[in-house]
């Protein structure tokens, strides 16, 4: 495989699906930037992209396997995140508390909330509704304490200030 980026994404019957592995990888690569530190150039965020379509994609054996993945949507979401980083912490921070702001939180935590705010501010074609119940999900995926509540009520926050119409 070249370093090129892989080509589009084939329409499927499973396209739900695949968008839910997407939101979930996205979170995970964000959170991947965050951990290490990285500077968000896009020669670093690419480099990212292209380590999960080597490594992560339909690839069997790996525990962060994921094997049917929108990659179209998990680029989108990557690079759309790191790209407007700084205003989308700006926009979560509006919906926190002053006692817990947005550098307190976890990392994935963190991470799950740039991914779901993104999407609820860029992303109009996709209902709030649904990108509210997709990051519930992932932060399930990850935490089985108060956090998902807390993804909830941020995204849902949000989501009627954004886009108060489909409310």
Known sequence: ??????????????????????????????????????????ANI????????????????????????DRDLFVDIVRGATGRQDDLDKLISTALTDDWPLQRLELVLRATLRAGAYELWVRGDVPARVVINEY??????????????????????????????EF
């Open 136 to 165: 519930l999900e992932v932060a399930h995926a990850f935490f089985s304490g108060k956090e998902p509540s807390l993804v909830n009520g941020v995204l849902d926050r949000l989501a009627r200030n954004l886009r108060s119409a």
């Open 1 to 42: 495989m070249s370093d090129s980026l892989p080509p589009k994404s084939p329409p499927g019957r499973l396209s739900g699906r695949r968008r839910s592995a997407a939101r979930l990888a996205a979170v995970q690569a964000l959170y991947q930037l965050d951990v290490n530190r990285t500077e968000l150039t896009a």
């Open 46 to 69: 690419d480099a990212v992209i292209r380590e999960f379509f080597r490594h992560r994609f339909g690839q069997e054996g790996n525990g962060d396997y994921l094997a049917d993945v």
